[in-house]
């Protein structure tokens, strides 16, 4: 049963794609487009918020730009590269500097009024509230 599905199929063909696939993701991986031009999220949630960390080492607090619009918040900002020597040679970089931007689309409930920030380490920390119906809420059972 399972021969007629492949009858007439040259799996010279499969081996080909599956080779092909394979240098692309390790070009991605170890290549160039390593280099990526967005910061790296982490969305997390508790009962009455979402807690949203971005990595933005290397941007300084003024380069960056936060807004929300449409439960989607939008990150711009910029990493700039130190100044080094004019002895320096680049022997390997896999940083990215430049501008960046990054949107992460945010659940319903979350709270756009109702953010707060913060900057240390590297790490940009967004806590969005959740909306008030939206938050969980404990009832209490009685049992007689």
């Given at each position: ?104 689309k945010m659940p ?37």
């Amino acid at each position: 049963m399972l021969e007629d599905y492949f009858q007439g199929l040259n799996f010279n063909d499969f081996y080909k794609l599956r080779d092909g696939v394979n240098r692309l993701v390790s070009d991605i991986m170890s290549g160039q487009y390593a280099k990526m031009n967005y910061p790296l999220v982490e969305l997390l949630e508790e009962d009455d918020r979402y807690i949203l960390n971005v990595e933005v080492s290397g941007a300084k607090k003024e380069d960056l730009k936060v807004t929300y619009h449409e439960n989607e918040i939008n990150i711009k900002g910029k990493r700039q590269k130190a100044e080094l020597s004019q002895n320096a040679k680049s022997l390997r970089n896999e940083l990215f500097y430049g501008d960046f931007s990054r949107d992460i689309k945010m659940p319903a409930e979350a709270d756009g009024d109702n953010i707060n920030a913060e900057y240390k380490d590297g790490i940009l920390h967004l806590e969005i509230l959740k909306k008030e119906e939206a938050k969980t809420q404990q009832i209490n059972i009685d049992v007689k």
